[in-house]
């Protein structure tokens, strides 16, 4: 039984930060990943990571420019940390070798990104995710001493004692299925977000929320789960991202009529509105007639200089001659709002910390509310890093002078049986992707960028017969080495808690704020919503509660751009 300090569950940005952080406190470390780190979803970043680091900014500016993006929804304690802490963090990547664009002064350089009032989004071309996530993977080979890397292990479920601590987790090698119940002191959770619950998305195949269904079921909290952001530009039908870098550079938005409609919907920032108010537009365009007949609209990234392009858009130039058969250099893309990140998730303070003792969560699974109703472009690699970070150093004091407890294998016996009843079901029913291609149809048309009671009615209702359809699912591997069809079955039933969790609270906030619109209540309802919908798993399903929003110096407002 493998015995650690600190387990990670995930390895993407927030899950490599806390390994670093905890491993530089000199207690041991294992890190998780049903992937080989470098495959993780961190890689898909493309645009940027924030920081006031600018002589003419300032941490407040980034801070209210983060609080007003996120609908006031945002716990402002958390973000004044996330914002403060943000310049060292940048500097700190960029002494350990990441190769942040630098202008013709050789100064770090910057690019604008939607909702913020300065440019202070650094970067690396369009690949920063992976160039970050490659630099900090070096540095998990400078700890090999302390931290032990388990890749291509898919995590089942958390241990806990008799006392409700976790004190471990249990998991299952890709390579031969073997089981093994990993022992720790404490356990963070960064196994990133939920995207592939809706279809099609920005996230990879991955990106099934796991880590937020294990700590739901294992008596943590979850929060703000009804907020999903859209992302304005991204490809119709297969979901691949166009970074907001594009628009950051300089690009426009054109509806069917050549009209640069941003005009209408947000005249001072145009298209670098934040991205809830930009997806609406988009949207709006579309429903009302003035789209293209694909149901799209357009971004002409042509009034960018062509050389400008190819350094800082190189990766968006490929996806569009592979995946669109377009030269953007040459002729406007056709673009639509899809399904991008979860601004909720895994409830914790400002240290990671959970409602389960010795659990933590960081990254997209956590939800310490720095983006509340709608997260700003470049605040996600900056939360990974800021609370992946925290919570590795709390996780590593919480663990210190602590003896390993004891933990019963029963644990590892239930999930055993559970994997092999999966193996074993007769083949009849439903195919697991089929019930999976019902499930993201079904939250991208109900549960998406405008959505009514009815709608959000209809998708939990859907959402419910599928969880009954898919303990019956079969699959066809029946085999051990690398058997993609039973972690596919374990994927779907933690992605249909997770919907049955946001339809719930979507159809609860009854108002509009940042991504959750509302057509039957389309106004903002501070008096009655500013607060949290807390999620808690009650028997087999989700039971509300509520929780104040933490308010520091920044009092709502009404939000323009």
């Given at each position: 039984?493998?015995?650690?300090?600190?387990?990670?569950?995930?390895?993407?940005?927030?899950?490599?930060?806390?390994?670093?952080?905890?491993?530089?406190?000199?207690?041991?470390?294992?890190?998780?990943?049903?992937?080989?780190?470098?495959?993780?979803?961190?890689?898909?970043?493309?645009?940027?990571?924030?920081?006031?680091?600018?002589?003419?900014?300032?941490?407040?500016?980034?801070?209210?420019?983060?609080?007003?993006?996120?609908?006031?929804?945002?716990?402002?304690?958390?973000?004044?940390?996330?914002?403060?802490?943000?310049?060292?963090?940048?500097?700190?990547?960029?002494?350990?070798?990441?190769?942040?664009?630098?202008?013709?002064?050789?100064?770090?350089?910057?690019?604008?990104?939607?909702?913020?009032?300065?440019?202070?989004?650094?970067?690396?071309?369009?690949?920063?995710?992976?160039?970050?996530?490659?630099?900090?993977?070096?540095?998990?080979?400078?700890?090999?001493?302390?931290?032990?890397?388990?890749?291509?292990?898919?995590?089942?479920?958390?241990?806990?004692?008799?006392?409700?601590?976790?004190?471990?987790?249990?998991?299952?090698?890709?390579?031969?299925?073997?089981?093994?119940?990993?022992?720790?002191?404490?356990?963070?959770?960064?196994?990133?977000?939920?995207?592939?619950?809706?279809?099609?998305?920005?996230?990879?195949?991955?990106?099934?929320?796991?880590?937020?269904?294990?700590?739901?079921?294992?008596?943590?909290?979850?929060?703000?789960?009804?907020?999903?952001?859209?992302?304005?530009?991204?490809?119709?039908?297969?979901?691949?991202?166009?970074?907001?870098?594009?628009?950051?550079?300089?690009?426009?938005?054109?509806?069917?009529?050549?009209?640069?409609?941003?005009?209408?919907?947000?005249?001072?920032?145009?298209?670098?509105?934040?991205?809830?108010?930009?997806?609406?537009?988009?949207?709006?365009?579309?429903?009302?007639?003035?789209?293209?007949?694909?149901?799209?609209?357009?971004?002409?990234?042509?009034?960018?200089?062509?050389?400008?392009?190819h350094e800082a858009l190189r990766e968006i130039v490929l996806v569009g001659r592979d995946f669109a058969g377009v030269d953007i250099t040459r002729e406007p893309i056709h673009i639509k709002p899809g399904n991008h990140y979860t601004m909720g998730g895994i409830k914790t303070d400002i240290w990671g910390r959970t409602d389960v003792k010795g659990l933590y969560a960081a990254g997209e699974a956590a939800c310490v509310s720095v983006h509340g109703g709608n997260r700003l472009g470049a605040n996600s690699l900056l939360d990974t890093l800021i609370f992946g970070r925290r919570s590795g150093e709390d996780a590593a004091k919480h663990a210190a002078g602590r003896g390993i407890d004891r933990v019963s294998r029963t644990v590892l016996e239930q999930e055993e049986r559970r994997v092999q009843a999966i193996i074993g079901r007769e083949r009849s029913g439903r195919r697991v992707s089929e019930i999976k291609a019902e499930l993201g149809e079904t939250m991208?048309?109900?549960?998406?960028?405008?959505?009514?009671?009815?709608?959000?009615?209809?998708?939990?209702?859907?959402?419910?017969?599928?969880?009954?359809?898919?303990?019956?699912?079969?699959?066809?591997?029946?085999?051990?080495?690398?058997?993609?069809?039973?972690?596919?079955?374990?994927?779907?039933?933690?992605?249909?808690?997770?919907?049955?969790?946001?339809?719930?609270?979507?159809?609860?906030?009854?108002?509009?704020?940042?991504?959750?619109?509302?057509?039957?209540?389309?106004?903002?309802?501070?008096?009655?919503?500013?607060?949290?919908?807390?999620?808690?798993?009650?028997?087999?399903?989700?039971?509300?509660?509520?929780?104040?929003?933490?308010?520091?110096?920044?009092?709502?407002?009404?939000?323009?751009?």
């Amino acid at each position: 039984m493998p015995d650690h300090d600190v387990l990670v569950i995930g390895a993407g940005l927030a899950g490599q930060r806390a390994a670093l952080a905890a491993a530089e406190h000199g207690v041991s470390v294992g890190i998780i990943s049903k992937v080989h780190p470098i495959r993780s979803h961190s890689n898909a970043a493309q645009g940027g990571i924030n920081a006031a680091l600018a002589v003419d900014d300032s941490w407040e500016s980034h801070a209210f420019d983060t609080i007003k993006g996120s609908d006031y929804l945002s716990d402002q304690d958390a973000v004044e940390i996330m914002c403060r802490e943000a310049p060292n963090e940048l500097l700190h990547l960029e002494h350990i070798g990441v190769t942040f664009h630098r202008n013709e002064k050789g100064e770090l350089g910057t690019r604008a990104f939607g909702g913020a009032s300065h440019a202070r989004t650094y970067y690396v071309a369009d690949i920063t995710g992976q160039a970050i996530m490659h630099t900090l993977y070096e540095q998990l080979m400078k700890y090999a001493d302390l931290i032990d890397r388990y890749e291509e292990w898919f995590t089942t479920e958390l241990a806990l004692d008799e006392d409700g601590n976790c004190v471990g987790a249990v998991t299952r090698n890709i390579k031969d299925g073997s089981m093994e119940l990993f022992r720790a002191k404490a356990v963070i959770l960064a196994s990133g977000g939920n995207g592939q619950i809706w279809h099609p998305t920005t996230n990879a195949l991955i990106c099934t929320g796991d880590g937020i269904a294990m700590a739901y079921r294992a008596g943590a909290k979850l929060m703000d789960m009804e907020m999903i952001q859209y992302h304005p530009t991204t490809l119709r039908g297969k979901g691949f991202l166009i970074t907001e870098g594009a628009r950051g550079e300089g690009a426009h938005l054109l509806n069917a009529k050549g009209e640069r409609f941003m005009e209408k919907y947000a005249p001072n920032k145009m298209e670098l509105a934040s991205r809830d108010v930009v997806s609406r537009a988009e949207q709006t365009e579309i429903n009302e007639g003035r789209g293209f007949p694909d149901g799209t609209v357009a971004l002409d990234i042509t009034v960018v200089p062509r050389k400008r392009i190819h350094e800082a858009l190189r990766e968006i130039v490929l996806v569009g001659r592979d995946f669109a058969g377009v030269d953007i250099t040459r002729e406007p893309i056709h673009i639509k709002p899809g399904n991008h990140y979860t601004m909720g998730g895994i409830k914790t303070d400002i240290w990671g910390r959970t409602d389960v003792k010795g659990l933590y969560a960081a990254g997209e699974a956590a939800c310490v509310s720095v983006h509340g109703g709608n997260r700003l472009g470049a605040n996600s690699l900056l939360d990974t890093l800021i609370f992946g970070r925290r919570s590795g150093e709390d996780a590593a004091k919480h663990a210190a002078g602590r003896g390993i407890d004891r933990v019963s294998r029963t644990v590892l016996e239930q999930e055993e049986r559970r994997v092999q009843a999966i193996i074993g079901r007769e083949r009849s029913g439903r195919r697991v992707s089929e019930i999976k291609a019902e499930l993201g149809e079904t939250m991208d048309s109900k549960v998406a960028v405008f959505r009514d009671e009815e709608g959000i009615q209809s998708a939990l209702d859907t959402v419910r017969r599928l969880k009954e359809e898919a303990d019956g699912a079969w699959i066809d591997d029946r085999g051990t080495i690398f058997n993609q069809d039973v972690l596919g079955a374990l994927e779907l039933q933690n992605m249909l808690q997770q919907a049955e969790a946001t339809c719930m609270a979507a159809l609860e906030r009854k108002e509009s704020r940042g991504a959750q619109f509302r057509t039957d209540y389309p106004e903002r309802n501070d008096e009655e919503w500013l607060k949290h919908i807390d999620v808690s798993l009650n028997g087999d399903g989700p039971e509300l509660s509520y929780s104040p929003v933490t308010i520091t110096d920044w009092q709502p407002q009404e939000r323009t751009y």
